[in-house]
């Protein structure tokens, strides 16, 4: 994935203005494409195996077959471009591996005592990206399901295999992550593993570190990160508090 640290601010987007049926000739979204998506730097990160070789949306073949397998239903504008789901987002260009949806799959991994809730920790990663702490996920390769993806990324950004347990489906849809624009955008598999038991984690492949915090809520996690001296990437925390509620309906 990109190697640069921070996705450039887009542009506020009044809500009224969001959706792509309101008019608004004078929108200028950013272009956030880093150099490794830009048409010099393409060919690098398409060997590299995470981005597609289309420069702009015009050069990608099999718009249909990625419009009907969508998580999330898109359209297109006039130029046959993708338009996020969500509305404009003030960011326009690609800072993420293909355009129009990027699949994406994230393991909760909460291990303890799961119906006490001052024992429940959660299993979190420290991204290399921003260094924020993160759910261990990343993108469904080509050809990959969901969950396989989920069983991958965790083994390989934690060394914790759970290939042998049948998770719980918490979320499927769009993540409002910093790398979104309008015309590409994230949408995930969240899943749930439950352990009963706290194993050994370690940071590889894209992480700089793996760690367990406390998870009985979201206040808990909070002084924990504040602890190890990080934050939360904020994309996730709409996913954590979704492992949260499935504990608190139980």
Request: glycine share 8%; aromatic share 8%; hydrophobic share 40%.
């Amino acid at each position: 994935m990109p190697k640069n640290k921070l996705t450039p601010a887009g542009i506020p987007v009044p809500e009224d203005l969001r959706p792509w049926s309101t008019s608004w000739p004078s929108y200028t979204p950013v272009d956030i494409t880093p150099p490794e998506l830009t048409r010099k730097g393409l060919p690098a990160s398409v060997a590299e195996g995470w981005a597609e070789p289309a420069v702009t949306p015009e050069d990608v073949r099999d718009w249909p077959a990625r419009a009907a397998m969508a998580l999330v239903p898109f359209t297109f504008d006039a130029y046959r471009w993708p338009l996020n789901p969500t509305g404009r987002t003030g960011k326009t260009g690609r800072n993420l591996g293909k355009w129009g949806e990027n699949c994406a799959a994230d393991p909760i991994v909460v291990a303890g005592d799961l119906d006490r809730d001052r024992e429940r920790w959660v299993l979190l990663i420290q991204r290399s990206d921003t260094g924020q702490w993160a759910i261990p996920g990343g993108m469904v390769d080509p050809g990959e399901t969901a969950p396989a993806a989920l069983v991958r990324e965790l083994r390989e950004e934690t060394g914790v295999d759970l290939a042998g347990h049948t998770p719980t489906i918490l979320f499927t849809g769009y993540v409002d992550d910093p790398r979104n624009s309008d015309h590409a955008w994230i949408c995930t598999t969240a899943a749930l593993y439950e352990l009963e038991h706290i194993v050994l984690a370690t940071g590889a492949d894209d992480a700089l570190a793996a760690a367990w915090f406390p998870f009985t809520d979201l206040g808990a996690l909070a002084d924990g990160l504040d602890k190890a001296g990080g934050r939360l990437y904020g994309a996730h925390l709409p996913l954590l508090t979704a492992a949260l509620h499935h504990f608190d309906q139980a």
